[in-house]
């Protein structure tokens, strides 16, 4: 009998360094509030440098109106060689009686910036990702709208003779613009494209995207009478929501969906390889299954020579 005694295990190191039995906490409730309050206002100086920059670059192009005037007048000339309609066919119902066309200046004078903003706020607080989305893209269609006030001064169909519209505004009221030659906040020679237009069909487009159910599709409602305010206002052609429409497309186009899958990395893609087929157990009564030397077949009976006797 063996009497030798195992030999006993090697020993474990152990890590003689202090646990701190202190646990780890999360940031307090007022350093995170802090922090979301820091960021909103980071985001809110962000868009109003963003707004002042295109009121500033606006105003810096002020004073062309003899170009903005022609340009008006070719814009009225193209649009009836395309056979689009007559804006006055949408100011004409609005003159009718004086509670439409105020309703009408009160929608694009309260409307278009509120709107904006508080769409903003809420994407900011509910989908941040959505919210960089849209502030991207209204940034970047400001941007392009500032270049093309610069390249084609416009005037407005309300100040361009040849279209006939009234300056609903001025005669009922309430006005966003004064006289043209003593408004020194806002230069209304540039009429090319629509911001109103432009910023309604983002919004739109943003809270679709995070809406859901048959019912999201109402917030198109929003561009779509902003674009008819517009028009029916005598402050916007056609062409000028066109255009808008048209660069915030290629934008939204240009820029990644926050819903979108990242890409792979760029790089020699790794070899697949192929997957390890187990095959299948034979089944006892398949036909595969080998006939058995002593259970002769009916083609053997035949070859047996017959018996004797």
């Not at 995170?32 to 809110?44: I, N, Q």
Request: glycine share 6%.
């Amino acid at each position: 009998m063996d009497t030798t005694q195992p030999a006993p295990p090697p020993p474990v190191a152990v890590d003689a360094r202090p646990v701190d039995p202190t646990p780890v906490e999360a940031p307090p409730v007022d350093a995170r509030r802090a922090g979301a309050v820091r960021r909103a206002l980071r985001e809110l100086t962000l868009v109003a440098v963003l707004f002042l920059a295109y009121k500033v670059g606006r105003l810096a192009v002020a004073g062309r109106s003899a170009d903005a005037q022609v340009n008006g007048e070719r814009i009225w000339w193209f649009e009836r060689l395309l056979h689009l309609p007559d804006e006055a066919a949408v100011q004409a119902p609005l003159l009718v009686h004086e509670l439409p066309v105020r309703l009408a200046n009160c929608y694009y004078a309260y409307v278009h910036f509120p709107a904006t903003a508080l769409c903003l706020v809420w994407l900011y607080l509910r989908h941040p990702a959505h919210y960089r989305w849209t502030r991207r893209a209204l940034a970047a269609l400001t941007a392009s709208a500032l270049a093309l006030h610069v390249l084609v001064p416009l005037a407005p169909p309300r100040m361009t003779a040849l279209t006939g519209l009234v300056d609903t505004g001025r005669r009922y009221g309430p006005a966003v613009y004064g006289p043209p030659e003593a408004d020194t906040l806002s230069n209304q020679y540039a009429a090319m494209p629509s911001l109103h237009v432009g910023w309604a069909v983002a919004v739109a487009v943003a809270l679709v995207v995070v809406s859901a159910g048959r019912w999201r599709w109402l917030w198109l409602a929003h561009p779509v009478l902003t674009l008819l305010v517009v028009v029916g206002t005598g402050n916007h052609y056609w062409l000028d929501g066109v255009v808008a429409v048209t660069l915030l497309g290629l934008i939204l186009a240009a820029l990644p969906r926050p819903d979108a899958p990242p890409r792979p990395p760029a790089g020699p893609v790794p070899a697949r390889l192929r997957p390890h087929v187990v095959p299948a157990p034979r089944r006892p009564g398949g036909a595969a299954r080998r006939r058995s030397p002593r259970t002769p077949s009916a083609a053997d009976a035949r070859l047996r020579p017959p018996r004797r006797g």
